[in-house]
């Protein structure tokens, strides 16, 4: 063996002789490896919980705010049934209830079909109040009805009774019918007999040959 290779092996005998620094280096590793591993470990384990954006807690009914709006809903439909059986449907855009404790519903562009005994019949507006518990209809603006046959009732600020199939005001009223135009301090209609009652101050101006023009 030449000096040259038996100087390069003394000196990697002493390099890893007990007590060298590469000895001292891997007991090192010994201990600090284990404990390294472990921590990150826990580290793993421990992430998922701190990441997550939900906080579990309970919530004293009495004490806390409540939100302005109940419920919101979009192309809302509800579906009921008259005094007779006969079934009706109200379909809206939009819906919001304010509260729980009152069954009252904010619609806008309403559509209530509904089954008469001619026929079927649709009655429109931008905006009304439905109440769940009574079923009725307010309509504070204008509201459009129209039955089979080509019969039709224009008119504003009333309220509609779904299961009595009427329809009523307690304020003056204005609109049309097929005959002419009408007003009156109230109004009553039968909406299924096609029969409208004015009280108070009661106008009607009859179109001459209106009827005869739509046949």
Known sequence: MSDLAEQSRDERRQWAAPGSGHDRIIKTAML???SAIGALAAVLLIAPLLARSEISFVLDKDKVAL??????????????QDDKGQPFTLHAGGGVQRTSRVPVVQMTDLSARMLLDD????LTTAHANYDMTTENIRVPGEVLFRSQGGYSLLTR???VDMKARTMASDTPVDGKMPLGTFSGDRLHADLNGRVVRLDGHARL???????RAKK
């Open 205 to 211: 101006h009859i179109v001459q040959g209106a009827t």
């Open 32 to 34: 600090v490896l284990p």
């Open 67 to 80: 939100a302005k709006e109940r419920m919101r809903v979009s192309e809302a439909l509800y579906r009921g």
């Open 157 to 159: 600020g009333v309220g």
């Open 119 to 122: 026929g079927p019949a649709v």
